[in-house]
């Protein structure tokens, strides 16, 4: 049957019965229009961050012919940056993006689905969450009447901004650095003072000397950000987010209330902008950094070996401890190491055999 005399004809039932599946249709038919604000962690207007979330918006829009509208707050318009999860959660709002181990304080085990220190890149963490990672994050999610979505990787990070140099693991002794989720609570083990931030906030910080250090992404948004401005030193690699994945975070209620074809408009939009995010964060980083070493002749250091091997023990004891401490992080953490067990040694044969003769 055409689609056009179908929706005639199941419109004109619809409108004459009264049943749940003539109401169904009729929903269709009359294009039943939802109204959905989104909250997210990110500044106004930042790049590829907070624009990935409104071209998110933009596309659901024309996809569902103008039947789900979203209103996209950034952090701070409608919620602070770090209530985003109680809002989503709470039915304030219907949509929040963030990254998940800002909640730690509330789920723990939400740390290991943004990245885990010496855990796997971009590439292995898609994998895993498209093979059972998403299923397990959805779990710890639902007492929280929250759906998770990978909504973009930023790919492998820097280790960071430094205003001093870093030569072993007694640098970090009594250092205040800005960096959240598990890498942080490796920083704290190393002898470090952890600051948590929103992007907003992590500038000043730095260019007052109330940190001594960030963290962020990557070139392109640590330029943007204008770190070089406020530390000389940046660091590579980031050990401790090797791949993190940013989220989307849904109200349940409000969408097992959405007709099933707009739930999947959104599923579909949100895996769109987790690749279109690791996208313009690939193409954009190489260029950033040639113009923050030549133009703005920032100290490129690459982390002293001996200390990344410190670090990497300090991690796998963290992990343990953190994954110990209660029952859902450690079968999280015991999912996640099996994975990236098998990724790895994979890895070990196809990417990174080759990855230095692409040069
Ligand atoms: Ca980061």
């Known amino acids: 049957m055409e689609r056009r005399e179908f929706l005639k004809r ?9 049943t749940s599946a003539a109401l169904q249709t009729e929903r269709v038919w009359a294009g039943e229009k939802f109204l959905w604000n989104m909250v997210t962690t990110w ?9 990935g979330a409104q071209r998110f918006a933009e596309r659901i829009k024309e996809m569902s012919g103008g039947r789900l509208l979203i209103q996209v707050y950034a952090g701070g318009e409608l919620v602070p940056p770090m209530g985003v999860f109680d809002a989503v959660s709470g039915g304030m709002v219907q949509l929040g993006s963030g990254a998940s181990y800002y909640w730690a304080g509330k789920v723990a085990a939400a740390q290991w689905f943004t990245s885990v220190p010496f855990g796997m890149n971009a590439q292995g963490m898609n994998a895993w969450l498209g093979s059972g990672g998403l299923k397990l994050w959805e779990e710890i999610y639902d007492p929280y009447n929250l759906l998770p979505r990978p909504f973009g990787n930023t790919g492998m990070q820097m280790g960071g ?3 001093k140099e870093i030569n072993s693991v007694t640098d970090f002794k009594g ?3 800005r960096i959240p989720g598990l890498g942080g609570k490796v920083v704290a083990k190393a002898g470090g003072t952890v600051v948590l931030q ?3 906030d992590i500038f000043t910080s730095l260019e ?4 001594d250090a960030t963290e962020w992404v990557g070139p392109m948004h640590d330029l943007r950000m204008g770190f070089y401005k406020a530390a000389p030193y940046y660091y590579y690699p980031g050990w401790h987010e090797p791949g993190s994945c940013l989220e989307l975070m849904i109200n349940k209620k409000a969408y097992l209330s959405l007709p099933k074809d707009l739930q999947m408009v959104i599923d579909c939009a949100a895996m769109e902008c987790n690749i279109w995010t690791l ?19 920032v100290q490129l250091r690459r982390f002293p070996e001996s200390l990344l091997v410190t670090l990497k023990k300090l991690s796998e004891e963290t992990l343990e401890e953190e994954a110990a401490k209660e029952k859902t992080s450690q079968k999280v953490h015991a999912a996640f190491k099996k994975f990236k067990k098998e990724n790895g040694n994979w890895g070990a044969i196809s990417e990174k055999a080759y990855y230095d003769l692409m040069g």
């Open 208 to 211: 007052r000397g109330v940190i």
């Open 175 to 177: 250092l205040k650095m």
């Open 161 to 163: 901004w430094f205003r």
């Open 279 to 297: 996208n313009e964060f690939e193409a954009g980083n190489g260029a950033a950094l040639t113009e923050l070493v030549e133009k703005h002749k």
């Open 10 to 18: 199941t419109g004109a039932v619809a409108l004459g019965a009264a």
């Open 198 to 200: 929103p992007a907003a």
């Open 43 to 51: 500044t106004p207007g930042m790049s590829v961050l907070q624009t």
